[in-house]
């Protein structure tokens, strides 16, 4: 045996040989001209991507940081927040914000189900918000916030920036910045893009670049929309050192993406997702999400009656992959499988096998390839 263990947890996500040979390149000056057009050309190539006619900014950190530089571009303190929390990662906005010193108003939804956009319409009128932030997918549930609807009841708040946290989400659910009057929209580099961790991609409407200067000079250095702006337009500038094989790793990803189509690239997450939650749920497991609020990009399996998390994941890992345990309320009651990025149809088969032998192992009833069969009949519908 190899040892190898598929990593199906909601990010890092696998990485494919092409894209690990950029990690591996040798190294470039930061202003080497021809790491500079690289640059320039994945800045250029990540805007147009996703319809941003603002900015992108595509830097070295997690999503994390991309969350800190999505507030604090765009708040000072003593300003209402708005945070729509469709789980841990929703919630994460909090501390955030409180540390920042703004005003937060938190609506958190049940887990599993979203909040109606009309309630959210009922708060934003309610005071003004200088901001409001939503995850597409909150990994946390696995539930798929509507954030075009979202987008189109936000023209009504000129005022209010519209922040998506896109980690669990972009380049696999299908977004578009312009288009869906989003102000910015940030992800990580080891989600769906399938590229190893360290590199987060934010990208800034115009709007969102208005109220950057509105706000004259913020507390924040690193992450100051203005000191990166002179490098995004001309990355032979120094600001702080780029994570230099991380670019040429996301340029790859990037042309895998085009060379796919973008629009088909969603379309795939969508049509595997769904084979992939029928298939689960013929094991017994119920998917957390609503069935009209559901991820593409993972799902969140609360486990029958009788099957014990810890030895169920060991006997995942002993059969060969990794998946994430559930978090907050569900921690010991679910398991997430990430199916997201550069992945295909094998491996979710190869996936589906391993919960096959792993729930035999923990004595389940279990018909060894039924699940294969339901999935593989709802790819070829
Ligand atoms: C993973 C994740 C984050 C955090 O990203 P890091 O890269 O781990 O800092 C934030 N939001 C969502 C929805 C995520 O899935």
Same mark, same amino acid.
């Given at each position: 045996?190899?040892g190898?263990?598929?990593?199906?947890i909601p990010?890092?996500?696998?990485v494919?040989?092409?894209?690990?040979?950029e990690m591996?390149?040798e190294?470039?000056?930061?202003?080497?001209?021809?790491?500079?057009?690289?640059?320039?050309?994945l800045?250029?190539?990540?805007g147009?991507l996703?319809?941003c006619?603002?900015?992108?900014?595509?830097?070295?950190g997690?999503?994390?940081?991309?969350?800190?530089?999505?507030?604090?571009?765009?708040?000072?303190?003593?300003?209402?927040?708005?945070?729509?929390?469709?789980?841990?990662?929703?919630?994460?906005?909090?501390?955030?914000?409180q540390?920042?010193?703004?005003?937060?108003?938190?609506?958190?939804a049940?887990?599993?189900?979203?909040?109606?956009?009309?309630?959210?319409e009922?708060?934003?009128?309610?005071k003004? +918000?200088?901001?409001?932030?939503?995850s597409?997918?909150?990994t946390?549930?696995?539930?798929?916030?509507p954030?075009?609807?979202?987008?189109?009841?936000?023209?009504?708040?000129p005022?209010?920036?519209?922040?998506?946290?896109?980690?669990?989400?972009?380049?696999?659910? +299908?977004e578009?910045?312009?288009?869906?009057?989003?102000?910015?929209l940030?992800?990580?580099s080891?989600?769906?893009?399938?590229?190893?961790?360290?590199?987060?991609?934010?990208?800034?409407?115009?709007?969102?670049?208005?109220?950057?200067?509105?706000?004259?000079?913020i507390?924040? +250095?690193?992450?100051d929309?203005?000191?990166?702006?002179?490098?995004?337009?001309?990355?032979?500038k +120094?600001?702080?050192?780029?994570?230099?094989?991380?670019?040429w790793?996301?340029?790859?990803?990037?042309?895998?993406?085009k060379e796919?189509?973008?629009?088909?690239?969603?379309?795939?997450?969508?049509?595997?997702?769904?084979?992939?939650?029928?298939?689960l749920?013929?094991?017994g497991?119920?998917v957390?999400?609503?069935?009209?609020?559901r991820?593409?990009?993972?799902?969140?399996?609360?486990?029958?009656?009788?099957?014990?998390?810890?030895?169920?994941r060991?006997a995942?890992?002993?059969?060969?992959?990794?998946?994430?345990?559930?978090l907050?309320?569900?921690?010991?009651?679910?398991?997430?499988?990430?199916?997201?990025?550069?992945?295909?149809?094998?491996?979710?088969?190869?996936?589906?096998?391993i919960?096959?032998?792993?729930?035999?192992?923990?004595?389940a009833?279990?018909?060894?390839?039924?699940?294969?069969?339901?999935y593989?009949?709802?790819?070829?519908?």
């Amino acid at each position: 045996m190899s040892g190898r263990k598929m990593v199906m947890i909601p990010g890092p996500t696998p990485v494919v040989e092409s894209i690990r040979q950029e990690m591996g390149r040798e190294i470039q000056a930061f202003g080497d001209p021809r790491f500079v057009a690289d640059y320039k050309k994945l800045i250029n190539d990540l805007g147009e991507l996703l319809h941003c006619s603002g900015q992108t900014f595509p830097l070295a950190g997690t999503g994390t940081l991309a969350m800190e530089m999505a507030i604090s571009n765009t708040t000072k303190r003593g300003d209402n927040v708005l945070i729509v929390s469709h789980g841990y990662f929703g919630d994460r906005f909090i501390e955030i914000c409180q540390r920042k010193g703004l005003h937060v108003d938190v609506m958190q939804a049940e887990w599993g189900k979203i909040i109606p956009v009309a309630e959210i319409e009922a708060k934003l009128a309610s005071k003004k +918000y200088a901001a409001m932030t939503v995850s597409h997918v909150d990994t946390a549930t696995g539930v798929c916030a509507p954030i075009e609807e979202i987008g189109k009841m936000m023209k009504k708040f000129p005022e209010t920036i519209y922040i998506v946290d896109g980690v669990a989400a972009t380049v696999g659910e +299908y977004e578009d910045v312009d288009g869906m009057n989003i102000d910015i929209l940030f992800t990580g580099s080891q989600k769906a893009f399938g590229v190893c961790p360290g590199m987060f991609i934010l990208w800034a409407s115009k709007k969102a670049l208005r109220r950057r200067e509105e706000l004259g000079t913020i507390p924040e +250095y690193y992450v100051d929309f203005q000191k990166w702006l002179p490098i995004m337009e001309d990355p032979g500038k +120094y600001f702080a050192t780029p994570a230099v094989n991380l670019v040429w790793a996301m340029a790859e990803s990037v042309r895998i993406i085009k060379e796919e189509g973008y629009e088909n690239r969603c379309e795939r997450h969508r049509k595997n997702a769904r084979a992939m939650q029928a298939a689960l749920e013929s094991l017994g497991f119920r998917v957390l999400a609503e069935p009209e609020h559901r991820a593409v990009t993972l799902s969140n399996l609360v486990y029958p009656e009788g099957l014990a998390d810890g030895e169920f994941r060991s006997a995942l890992y002993d059969e060969g992959m990794t998946v994430a345990g559930g978090l907050g309320p569900y921690a010991g009651k679910m398991f997430r499988l990430g199916h997201m990025g550069n992945i295909d149809s094998n491996d979710e088969v190869a996936t589906l096998g391993i919960i096959e032998r792993a729930l035999a192992r923990c004595g389940a009833d279990v018909a060894m390839g039924s699940s294969i069969g339901v999935y593989m009949r709802e790819m070829t519908r």
